[in-house]
């Protein structure tokens, strides 16, 4: 049989090798570093504005940069802008300095056109980004280092929206075609599907989609050269498979750990596992408002009930889910909001011991001393244990006389049952890329009308709320906004609107020697590895 | 120099082929509409293909665009007559065209195919004819043990066993991908001229073979036993032929006409069925392309798919009965005789 030389080995031989070519020729300074990273699934496209998706953002951040970035702690950062805020003469107008002497890979120069070009393609349909861009009238140049962003009203967190659009090349783009995002009705390949020249740390150099992408550090960026010098990034979609070619040394990084084998590769001789807190919050929600529900044999709609809510709310053993279902891997939380979003509370964070006793005396205060049944919709493949969550809520709610009918399915058929209104009790997990709370109250609190409200399943509609919430949009003051911020959260942790389970956790493995910090939106930067 | 029946027979074997084509073509328009009927309950594609800041007029929009809102029969008769000129469309999830994307995933799957098709055949003609000749000894006993164990495990396991034995903790063998590959012409990718794609290639043409392999192998040494009993072997063996001679001139000769058989329709199955060992084995074949597409609910890329599998079995049959035509000289008679 063939035989295939122990990686390991070969690797520390080479590392040898290097250091003892490095102790000859002290000339030498840095080794070539390549990491090989392997995740469930690859990026959808390498256009820097098709898509808005975690994966296709993540790689791109390697090749693209963004105007600001985002710092592990959650935090905004310099990336081509090295100053921005909202401009002194007019609220309305957000002011960007761009960083200079910035080069293309194609060896190009890059300008604020280029930046006021990028900017306009992604706020353009068919780009997956429009809709972050949204409230901008006007993007234009005003010196060689100055871009204006002029906003339809005061857009104090537009800032906030700018962490994953990227900036190309306009010359490049114009050359071959690619001036809008690539359109999925017209049929064909844009150039720039598997073809990029952005500004990033890292050139593309091979792009097999679905099997392997090979990135090579940019020598002319204008930051510090990276320790990782070549990234090779691979998807393996079975969690078997890519737990054992970690094991077997195949690949250095592991993204997405399956929550069952954390604890066993954390116990493994060469292996270390970092974990931190992902930006999402899982939470159920339910009809609130209809006259009575389809999937239920009760008078009315019970959900309608504060009461039936509240006794959920009780009923709900956040810990036990932590416990048995996620093996330990979550933060049980009853805010329904990730912990560093502006707007969390450690008061709405907090959540007592399920009481039976009172919640079962609720339930005969609501009507409904029998209880009832109702059906339960959820996911299967969209979170960490989704179902699995949803099972252990089934037994939850039992033990008050809630029959509940488990509904799960693959997430193309979960989500359109929330987006058209067909579900009277749903699982959701949501993320909060600006970091703020109004886009929490904007897609699941406001009203369903125009841009709100799309993932508001619970039907709760409240004018005088929304009208807060749409406040929320231009005000500039931030210590009054965030009172405002506080007064409806207030009201919406009041009405229990969503029964919220837990954070997700993310933990990354990776061989011995390598030091990687889990970055909140998932989005680990090879930039950021160090080596032993 | 042509005879009259021969005349007879060229025509009707024309006949027969057309009759058979136009079948094909039934087959395939039949696979595509209940292919359709089933991907309206495959969910939303829009669902997958949008952030989840897009507005609910925007997703309507969209769907309306990629003509998801028309009628059934309206898509369907779009989607054939597209497919007819060769066009399956761009695929929702990676941006490219579809056919584009099946023929350059194809060769890593036919290539898998095809050594796993191999392996078994010779292997399962193999431990066939050593259990069937060698019945109570320990190792056709050991032989016919495990190989209850190849039809009885499911195939996701085995291959996440071999990964286990052989990836991590023999690490003799990469557990995943295909090992490096080159271009033969334009678009055949092969990984079977270098040796990290040879080494890759193993793990998983055992793991989709391994059923093959025990089919045949049980078939071969039934078959064997069975001639082995019957009378011009022991006339054989009264000439006094040698054993070999006995075993492989006159038993085994006579027991390949059905394996053959079994084999070649096998291979359709071993193409079809890739879908699991390429997940495990993240094998960039058409399979793994397949549920990746399911899960993305990339229509375009899942029509075609299953188009293009439907074509496998049609051609595999039609060449099946028309090597029986050929190779049966009672078929030909008879048609010929009712002519006369």
Redesign the interface.
């Given at each position: 049989m063939f035989m295939m030389p122990n990686l390991r080995t070969a690797r520390a031989g080479l590392m040898m090798g290097a250091a003892a070519a490095a102790l000859v020729l002290t000339s030498v300074t840095a080794d070539a570093e390549t990491i090989r990273w392997a995740r469930v699934g690859d990026a959808l496209t390498m256009d820097p504005h098709s898509q808005n998706e975690g994966p296709t953002h993540t790689l791109n951040h390697h090749i693209y940069e963004t105007l600001v970035g985002r710092a592990d702690d959650g935090s905004l950062t310099q990336r081509l802008a090295t100053d921005w805020g909202i401009s002194e003469e007019d609220e309305n107008v957000w002011v960007f300095t761009i960083r200079e002497g910035v080069k293309f890979h194609d060896g190009s120069d890059m300008t604020v056109e280029d930046v006021v070009f990028s900017l306009d393609r992604a706020r353009t349909p068919p780009s997956g980004m429009a809709a972050l861009h949204a409230a901008v009238e006007e993007v234009t140049a005003v010196d060689d280092t100055t871009v204006h962003v002029r906003m339809s009203g005061p857009a104090p967190l537009y800032v906030q929206n700018l962490t994953n659009t990227f900036i190309m090349s306009k010359a490049w783009a114009e050359a071959n075609g690619v001036e809008t995002s690539p359109n999925f009705a017209a049929g064909e390949e844009a150039h720039s599907v598997r073809n990029t020249n952005g500004t990033g740390p890292y050139m593309l150099v091979e792009r097999d989609p679905e099997v392997r992408t090979v990135l090579r550090a940019f020598e002319d960026h204008w930051a510090d050269a990276p320790e990782v010098t070549e990234i090779i990034y691979t998807p393996i979609t079975e969690a078997a498979t890519r737990v054992a070619a970690l094991l077997s040394g195949e690949v250095d990084i592991v993204q997405d750990v399956p929550v069952q084998d954390i604890a066993r590769l954390e116990q493994t001789d060469g292996i270390s596992v970092v974990r931190g807190p992902e930006n999402r919050n899982i939470f159920f929600s339910y009809d609130m408002t209809s006259d009575s529900l389809a999937s239920s044999n009760a008078d009315g709609n019970p959900f309608a009930s504060p009461e039936v809510r509240e006794a959920m709310s009780l009923a709900i053993d956040r810990n036990a889910i932590q416990q048995v279902v996620m093996r330990g891997e979550s933060q049980p939380s009853a805010a329904p909001l990730p912990p560093f979003v502006n707007g969390w509370t450690e008061d709405m964070h907090a959540f007592g011991d399920p009481d039976l006793a009172r919640a079962g005396e609720l339930m005969a205060e609501a009507g409904y001393p029998d209880g009832f049944s109702v059906q339960l919709d959820c996911p299967n493949d969209r979170y960490l244990n989704d179902e699995s969550i949803c099972q252990a809520l089934v037994g939850m709610l039992a033990r008050i006389n809630i029959q509940v009918d488990l509904n799960a399915q693959t997430r193309s058929l979960h989500f359109p049952l929330i987006e058209n209104w067909e579900t009277d009790f749903y699982l959701l997990g949501w993320g909060v890329p600006t970091f703020d709370s109004q886009y929490v109250f904007d897609f699941l609190v406001h009203s369903r009308e125009g841009s709100y409200g799309s993932f508001n399943g619970s039907r709760y509609s409240n004018p005088e709320l929304d009208e807060k919430i749409q406040a929320l949009a231009t005000m500039t003051d931030l210590e009054e906004r965030d009172a405002l911020i506080a007064e409806i959260w207030d009201e919406v942790m009041e009405e229990r609107i969503f029964l919220n389970v837990h954070n997700q956790v993310l933990a990354y493995a990776m061989r011995d020697g390598i030091n990687l910090d889990v970055h909140p939106e998932n989005q680990p930067r090879m930039t950021t590895v160090t080596f032993d | 120099m042509l005879t009259v029946s021969a005349v007879y027979a060229g025509s009707d074997m024309l006949a027969f082929i057309l009759r058979r084509l136009v079948q094909s073509v039934i087959v395939m328009l039949t696979v595509a509409l209940v292919a359709f009927a089933l991907f309206r309950f495959?969910?939303?594609?829009i669902?997958?293909?949008?952030?989840?800041?897009?507005?609910?007029?925007?997703?309507a929009e969209?769907r309306e665009?990629?003509g998801l809102n028309d009628p059934f029969v309206v898509q369907f008769a779009k989607f054939v007559t597209r497919a007819a000129t060769g066009?399956f469309?761009?695929s929702?999830?990676?941006?490219?065209?579809v056919m584009?994307l099946i023929l350059s995933r194809l060769p890593a799957t036919l290539e898998l195919a095809l050594v796993s098709g191999v392996a078994a055949f010779v292997f399962g003609v193999g431990f066939g004819v050593y259990t069937a000749l060698n019945r109570g000894n320990w190792l056709s006993g050991t032989i016919m043990t495990a190989s209850l164990i190849g039809v009885s495990l499911p195939t996701f396991l085995i291959g996440?066993l071999l990964?286990?034995v052989f990836?991590?903790e023999l690490?003799?063998?990469?557990?995943?991908?295909?090992g490096e590959t080159v271009y033969i012409g334009n678009w055949w990718r092969t990984g079977l001229l270098t040796?990290?794609g040879?080494?890759s290639l193993?793990l998983p043409a055992i793991t989709l073979g391994l059923y093959q392999m025990t089919l045949i192998m049980r078939l071969v040494r039934a078959e064997m036993l069975e001639v082995l009993r019957t009378d011009y072997i022991k006339f054989a063996r009264a000439r006094g032929l040698s054993n070999r001679a006995v075993h492989f001139g006159h038993a085994l000769k006579n027991t390949l006409v059905p394996v053959i058989t079994i084999t070649g329709l096998q291979l359709g199955s071993i193409i079809a069925f890739s879908i699991i060992t390429e997940?495990?084995?993240?094998w960039?074949g058409v399979g793994?392309?397949f549920?990746?597409s399911v899960?993305?609910?990339d229509v375009p890329v899942m029509a075609a798919y299953l188009m293009l599998i439907a074509l496998v079995f049609v051609v595999i049959n039609l060449i099946v009965d028309l090597l029986y035509y050929a190779v049966d000289p009672r078929l030909r008679v008879d048609r010929a005789n009712t002519r006369h």
């Open positions: - | 495959v969910g939303d594609p669902a997958s293909m949008v952030g989840q800041e897009t507005t609910l007029a925007e997703r969209m665009a990629l066009d469309g761009i929702y999830r990676l941006q490219q065209p584009e996440v990964i286990w990836a991590v690490q003799w063998l990469p557990s995943f991908g295909r040796e990290s040879r080494a193993i997940t495990v084995f993240q960039p793994a392309l549920i990746n899960r993305f609910v």
